[in-house]
């Protein structure tokens, strides 16, 4: 199976006048992106309609070519809100290109090996329109050097500040034998595993710093930055320490609705943000394809507070930290419990057979 990972390179080696003229295309290419949202919205595209009578709608300076890539960026955009507002059940919005990316495709944007011993790299852009030509040059660097030997996209996204390219590698196919194991993701513990195991104990800490700082500022900048890199940390650590994985089962992330607080998921109300509790979830399935572990997720309905081993399900088994079963008695750590659940959950459900042990 294939996996994707992508890299971002500062675009701080550009000239003033190379930046300005890039600035220039970016908003040309957001304005016509957004022309082409007004013609998609509310109608019926899909990729195979993108021909050149269509894209050559709108007016632009740009080429058939840059008219291509806005085109699918549009298309992408409008599709993408369609799917978000069926899984979030919210009200419609039409997208808004804000001009502060470009996706772009080979036929515009090449790579070339640069011989100066400054950079590694020359990001070209050509047949864009107004014969305009630019050569920006690009450093290489550690996380990107990861990459040697993986397949790179010939899609390239530009932002005002940096390049994102992307790389592609196929991976073995999943194991078929080895441990499985059921993760609880919380703020006591970031992992709580159903082999008892509790890890990562300054979550809180790290998101209570995180609060007391001004947002959007510096430090709480660096302070977000500091979890992001604890929690890729501590998963990384975790699958070194664990080669005999054949199955990890998390929680099934549940979509906030918005402005209806009472509704709002369990991440919430362990006041784990959404988003980490997003990224944390990627973070898992990343290191997981990577192993070529099998990634699943369960509705975490009631895992916190059924017994695993009478089934029993009532809110007074939990109190806090602790559960103890209220009709047979049985004590542990409450997020060891919610561990064991939802690999449990996941073994005795239809997709679990496959992976029960022989
Ligand atoms: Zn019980």
């Known amino acids: ?29 957001s304005c016509l992106v957004n022309l082409f949202i007004e013609m998609f919205w509310g109608n019926e595209f899909a990729k195979k309609d993108l021909t050149k009578d269509i894209t050559n709608i709108p007016h632009s300076w740009l080429t058939a070519r840059m008219r291509q890539c806005a085109a699918r960026e549009a298309l992408g955009m409008v599709d993408g809100e369609k799917t978000s507002v069926q899984e979030m059940d919210r009200e419609s919005v039409k997208p808004h290109h804000s001009g502060r990316k470009m996706i772009l495709s080979a036929q515009v944007v090449k790579i070339e090996n640069s011989q100066s011993n400054q950079f590694n790299y020359w990001l070209v852009l050509t047949s864009i329109g107004h014969k305009i030509k630019i050569n920006m ?28 390219f992307s790389f592609e590698k196929e991976t073995d196919k999943k194991l078929t034998t080895g441990k499985n194991v059921g993760i609880d993701v919380g703020i006591n513990h970031l992992l709580a595993t159903s082999d008892q195991e509790l890890i990562g104990s300054e979550v809180k800490q790290q998101i209570n710093k995180i609060k007391a700082k001004k947002q959007g500022s510096k430090k709480y900048k660096t302070a977000k930055k500091a979890l992001s890199y604890y929690l890729h940390k501590m998963v990384k650590d975790y699958f070194s320490q664990h080669k005999n994985l054949r199955l990890v089962v998390v929680e099934k992330l549940k979509h906030l609705k918005r402005g209806k607080s009472k509704n709002r998921g369990k991440a919430f109300r362990k006041t784990l ?11 898992i399935e990343m290191r997981c394809e990577e192993n070529r572990v099998s990634f699943r997720s369960v509705n975490p309905y009631k895992t916190s507070q059924t017994c695993p081993t009478c089934t029993h399900v009532e809110r007074e088994n939990r109190s806090g930290e602790k559960f103890l ?28 057979a496959a992976f029960k042990a022989d």
Not at 1 to 29: A, N, W
Not at 149 to 163: C, D, F, Q
Not at 274 to 282: G, Q, S, V
């Open 325 to 352: 079963c209220l009709r047979c008695g049985y004590e542990e750590h409450a997020d060891l419990v919610g561990a064991q659940n939802i690999l449990e959950r996941f073994l005795s459900g239809q997709y679990g």
């Open 1 to 29: 199976m294939k996996i994707i990972r992508s890299s971002k390179t500062s675009l701080k080696f550009l000239t003033e006048k190379k930046r300005q003229t890039l600035y220039g295309v970016m908003d040309e290419y």
């Open 137 to 164: 040059p690009i450093k290489s660097h550690r996380k990107m050097n990861q990459f040697y030997n993986w397949k790179r996209s010939t899609t390239v996204t530009i932002h005002r500040e940096y390049v994102q």
């Open 273 to 283: 943000s959404n988003w980490n509790y997003r990224e944390l979830l990627n973070i």
